[in-house]
């Protein structure tokens, strides 16, 4: 048991160079990064509360997990321990599945599912199944959570397909986006990492970290949204970005124009 948590016991090791900002810190800039998600994460659960409380509180846990994301991410990037990369690919699989249950649209269901408790169970039973089968080949983890990310991009491009609205598809867009560039940054750090370092720049998996906690508060609002339209159409959902709805560059969230009330009374 001990061997799990030593120093770079993992198989993993990104392209920053060990130790060299610290004696006790393997990977300086990918551990600092990784608290980007602690400033995030309680933006949006104070932005998103308005549409939670209306909907489901549930939907706080996801932001919530992505605190403990960050946790995870920046032990395991100070240490590159086993279990340090495990609590932190194991984490993102729980954020998904959090995600599934509670957001995946219900004309997409399975023809055998009927509503949202039975499917919810079934993304919680396969989300269990696929934590102990992660230990098996720890190392496919990462490429595993990367399909996931994919299909729901599909799910979403479905989900977009009739939309006209400039401001929904202006989110979709910078989600995507966001996306492809945190991605790309993950990819060339792994697989290129012998070009960045004769230019000795190595931190493109901490941009990673930055790239992708924006690009799952894009997407969370985008797949909230769509779902209040589906599932609570009478609070009239629209979107915003704080601090400034004017800005280019913004954290998106949900402002609901009516409630239960509003519904009770008409």
């Known amino acids: 048991m001990t061997g799990l948590f030593a120093y770079e016991s993992s198989d993993l090791d990104w392209c920053e160079d060990n130790y060299r900002h610290s004696e006790h810190i393997v990977e300086y800039f990918n ?25 489901n509180l549930a939907v706080h846990l996801v932001w919530i997990m992505m605190i403990f994301v960050g946790l995870f991410s920046a032990y395991f990037h100070m240490t590159l321990s086993f279990m340090g990369q495990m609590l932190d690919e194991l984490s993102i699989l729980w954020v998904l599945g959090l995600c599934y249950g509670l957001w995946f649209p219900r004309r997409l269901f399975p023809s055998f599912i009927k509503d949202r ?24 983890n990462a490429y595993l959570l990367n399909c996931f990310a994919l299909h729901i991009i599909y799910s979403l491009g479905l989900e977009m397909r ?16 966001l996306w492809v560039l945190a991605i790309s940054c993950w990819i060339s750090d792994r697989f290129g990492c012998s070009f960045w370092q004769k230019l000795n720049f190595c931190y493109l998996h901490g941009i990673w970290h930055i790239l992708i906690v924006m690009a799952v508060a894009y997407a969370s609002t985008l797949i909230a949204y769509l ?28 402002v609901l124009k009516g409630t239960t009330k509003t519904h009770k009374r008409f």
């Not at 551990?31 to 209306?54: D, K």
């Not at 408790?117 to 190392?139: A, E």
């Open 162 to 177: 009739t939309c006209t609205d400039p401001k929904v598809l202006r989110l979709c867009w910078s989600a995507v986006g």
């Open 227 to 254: 779902d209040a339209n589906y599932e609570i159409p009478y609070s009239l959902p629209s979107l915003q970005y704080w601090p400034n709805d004017n800005w280019v560059l913004g954290l998106p969230y949900i």
């Open 117 to 140: 408790t039975t499917f919810s169970r079934l993304v919680m039973m396969i989300t269990v199944v696929t934590t102990l089968c992660s230990f098996v080949k720890p190392t496919a």
């Open 31 to 55: 551990t600092m990064s990784s608290l980007f998600f602690f400033v995030i994460s309680p933006i949006m659960l104070y932005l998103l509360h308005p549409y939670a409380r209306e909907r």
